[in-house]
């Protein structure tokens, strides 16, 4: 017989350190956007505040959407690699689209915004990752997170 512990327990250190979510040539060290992950409250009420307002809800609806995208990008996407098919070696490094195409550009989170505001389905992808309890119990880390 299982009891809650045991199907909602979360890895604290996974929550806030991330994990690591290996995509098709690309992974993405991910922390959990809330819960133990404290930093991401911290930095949300820190942009709210930068607009004169007590909460996020008190933020119109296209605001709060950007001041997300903001904080997911610094607080939670802890890093984002490409894979260098030649040598098997991981690279940091996000890719963008400008005017002369798709570029690789340096990870940090002005870039990676960049790219999730021009992939928004790659964006809900990572929030759903990132929102998701199951995302850091350490038996699906070992299981289904490759590294």
């Known amino acids: 017989m299982k009891n809650p512990y045991e199907v909602y327990e ?26 133990k ?4 409250d911290k930095e949300l009420d820190k942009e709210v505040k930068k607009l004169g307002k007590a909460t996020i809800s ?5 605001a709060a ?3 997300v995208m903001k904080v997911f990008s610094k607080v939670c996407v802890k890093a984002h690699e490409i894979l260098n098919e030649d040598t098997g070696k991981w ?4 890719f963008i689209r400008d005017d002369s195409g798709v570029k690789l ?11 999730l505001k ?5 964006y809900d ?23």
């Open 118 to 122: 021009q992939l928004p389905d790659y």
């Open 105 to 115: 550009v340096p990870f940090n989170p002005k870039n990676m915004c960049t790219c």
């Open 37 to 40: 992950n404290t930093l991401w």
């Open 10 to 35: 979360t890895d604290s250190s996974a929550e806030i350190d991330g994990v690591w979510q290996e995509l098709d040539g690309w992974r993405i060290l991910l922390a959990r956007s809330g819960s």
């Open 65 to 67: 959407n950007k001041i």
């Open 58 to 62: 008190a933020v119109s609806p296209e």
């Open 91 to 94: 690279k940091s490094g996000v």
């Open 125 to 147: 992808d990572l929030r759903k990752w990132a929102d998701d309890f199951t995302t850091f119990q350490a038996e699906v880390e070992k299981e289904t997170i490759k590294k």
